[in-house]
């Protein structure tokens, strides 16, 4: 019987990625690439998947042959950003994002993407915008909604950010670091009695959160000192849901 062909293993490969096997996956891609070292999509996945595997340099060297071979691709430009920006590579990924966003500018993840490098960045503006786009695309993207407010909070536009953390809540009622971050914008835009409310919710629903919830206090403008921390943490929980 034949060798299956590079094609075939790659087959095999995705079908094992759709079944969460990634280990089994990525072996099945490097055997191909031993046989055929310039197979460009065989590149890819295996890029992706030494990506997933937090093997950044990897990735890249692997991304990087493959865009060799098809320079014009969007989803392997993807992979590209994505990985330099794992490694601090900023101004590669925000390059590779950009050229991305352009060949396909319709792709929700290639925006929120975009969006990321441009925060990673400190291109504030930029990032706010990008947020924007992809939760109006897709509004049930709590993590871009989280993004999105924290863009705003640096932009000091604070009630937005609180509206932006209001449907992060309303998709992800568990997210208490939003709920803090809720109090800390709430704080900083002088609405402290709102905020005491959101933090109250945030310790209500995990006790640790107390540490942030106490230095914020401290911290931020318009906040009370509390030099009782006991105290705070009654107040806290005496507070009405």
Excluded: K
Excluded at 71 to 86: E, K, N, W
Excluded at 103 to 110: E, I, K
Excluded at 145 to 157: E, G, I, K, M, V
Excluded at 200 to 227: K, N, V
């Amino acid at each position: 019987m034949p060798a299956p062909s590079a094609d075939q293993l790659l087959a095999q490969a995705v079908q094992h990625v759709n079944a969460g096997q990634r280990p089994a996956a990525r072996a099945l891609c490097e055997q191909a690439l031993a046989a055929s070292p310039r197979h460009a999509a065989l590149l890819q996945l295996l890029a992706l998947l030494c990506l997933q595997d937090g093997d950044t340099a990897s990735a890249r060297r692997h991304i990087t042959a493959s865009l060799a071979l098809r320079p014009a691709h969007g989803p392997s430009l993807l992979i590209a950003g994505d990985a330099a920006r794992a490694e601090g590579d900023l101004a590669a990924a925000l390059a590779h994002h950009t050229e991305a966003q352009a060949l396909m500018p319709q792709r929700p993840d290639v925006r929120y993407a975009l969006a990321q490098t441009h925060y990673a960045c400190g291109r504030t503006e930029d990032a706010a915008r990008g947020f924007e786009a992809v939760v109006a695309m897709l509004p049930a993207h709590a993590d871009a909604w989280f993004d999105l407010a924290l863009a705003r909070q640096d932009l000091r536009a604070f009630d937005s950010a609180a509206e932006a953390l209001r449907q992060v809540l309303l998709l992800a009622p568990q997210r208490v670091e939003a709920e803090v971050n809720l109090g800390i914008v709430l704080q900083e835009a002088g609405r402290i009695d709102e905020a005491m409310q959101a933090y109250a919710r945030a310790y209500r629903a995990r006790q640790d959160s107390f540490g942030r919830i106490a230095h914020a206090l401290a911290a931020a403008p318009g906040g009370r000192l509390w030099l009782n921390l006991d105290a705070l943490r009654d107040s806290l929980a005496a507070m009405p849901a």
